[in-house]
């Protein structure tokens, strides 16, 4: 069984386009994250929530918004998509929050 | 000055070799350090997992921690072209809330070669 699981694993889309990320966890965690790691593998926190709600956005561009419809999901989405967003978008999670985390395949966003 | 620093390498290593990774910090709060292996294309894994000072072992893996001098460190003996990976160290505080969050070497990029 697989424990973190993000869809699409690859996202390749135009410019100003608009699209979605979602992520499922299976472990029971209460917290999840959204990191983006970039060109240089350097994982960026984005976003945390903890039992839905949100408790760490990182400046993040008002461009992305994170939503918990429950604790076993978290999805982005990201409006009006620009070059500098592609990446490697990953999902994670934890027990309690900032403990040993859990990654997803990661979701590879190509902005063309 | 970064939170925690760590050389991206590239290291390249002959099989066998002990490869030592090495990560420093400036947070004196850090209490758990953790180091996640990072093959291409797939998410971090965690490999080993420490609280406060000391050493542990996990077969081929060591990590020491020494908070004294903000230096944290993983060993791999006997190494393997299947330890070809990004090493990434991570630590957080203790602190109570739901704000903690792992702050993040930029990751050793390490090459075992046959």
């Known amino acids: 069984d697989t424990a973190v699981s993000q869809t699409p694993k690859y996202l390749v889309t135009q410019m100003g386009n608009d699209k979605s990320i979602k992520c499922e966890q299976n472990l029971g965690h209460d917290t999840m994250y959204w990191y983006k790691q970039d060109s240089k593998k350097f994982l960026k926190i984005m976003f945390s929530y903890n039992n839905k709600e949100l408790i760490i956005n990182e400046t993040v561009p008002n461009r992305f918004s994170p939503k918990s419809p429950d604790k076993a999901h978290l999805n982005l989405h990201i409006n009006s998509l620009e070059l500098g967003d592609s990446a490697v978008y990953f999902c994670a999670s934890s027990q309690p929050p900032g403990d040993t985390q859990y990654f997803g395949p990661g979701t590879r966003l190509t902005v063309l | 000055q970064k939170e925690v620093e760590q050389d991206p390498g590239p290291l390249s290593v002959p099989e066998g070799a002990i490869v030592s990774l090495n990560c420093t910090y400036s947070n004196s709060a850090f209490q758990y350090f953790m180091w996640y292996r990072q093959y291409s294309r797939k998410g971090p894994e965690l490999l080993m997992y420490t609280y406060s000072s000391g050493n542990k072992e996990d077969g081929r893996f060591t990590a020491q921690v020494d908070k004294s001098s903000k230096y944290i460190s993983l060993f791999i003996r006997d190494s393997q072209p299947s330890d070809s990976a990004t090493y990434l160290c991570?630590?957080?505080?203790?602190?109570?809330?739901?704000?903690?969050?792992?702050?993040w070497g930029l990751g050793t990029s390490l090459a075992v070669n046959p």
């Open positions: 991570a630590m957080s505080t203790n602190n109570a809330g739901n704000n903690r969050k792992l702050i």
